[in-house]
């Protein structure tokens, strides 16, 4: 599974964005797909997941601004995010994963997940 990630960019404090990753190869084996974010000196961390059955999780700091959602049509995952905020910078990356996953509670680790993009920036900064 090849992940590519798009949307990245400069937007205002209370602005808003939408990442695109586009899937391709076998894309039929995911079971689970997922935004991570990353700031330089910190470790890969969790922003969203959606699995097979379209249910999602977020991490705490993102409900109510972020929604993940997919189209399984077009092999492509979203990420709309609303009201950012200057600590949402970093570097998007956008991950799957083949099976269902029990190996620790959310918010997961970045070992959960089996396949990634390279990485997408985004810089919230008036």
């Known amino acids: 599974v090849q992940l590519m990630e798009s949307g990245g960019g400069l937007v205002q404090p209370g602005g808003s964005l939408r990442l695109s990753c586009a899937a391709s190869g076998n894309t039929g084996s995911t079971y689970y797909m997922g935004w991570f974010r990353q700031v330089s000196g910190k470790e890969r961390e969790v922003v969203a997941t959606i699995d097979y059955d379209g249910d999602t999780d977020y991490i705490d700091s993102v409900k109510g601004r972020f929604t993940i959602s997919k189209d399984n049509a077009k092999n492509t995952l979203y990420l709309h995010m609303n009201s950012l905020e200057p600590v949402d910078t970093g570097t998007y990356y956008c991950?799957?994963?083949?099976?269902?996953?029990?190996?620790?509670?959310?918010?997961?680790?970045?070992?959960?997940?089996?396949?990634w993009g390279k990485g997408t920036q985004i810089t919230i900064s008036s």
């Open positions: 991950a799957a994963r083949r099976s269902v996953y029990g190996g620790e509670c959310y918010p997961w680790s970045s070992r959960a997940m089996d396949y």
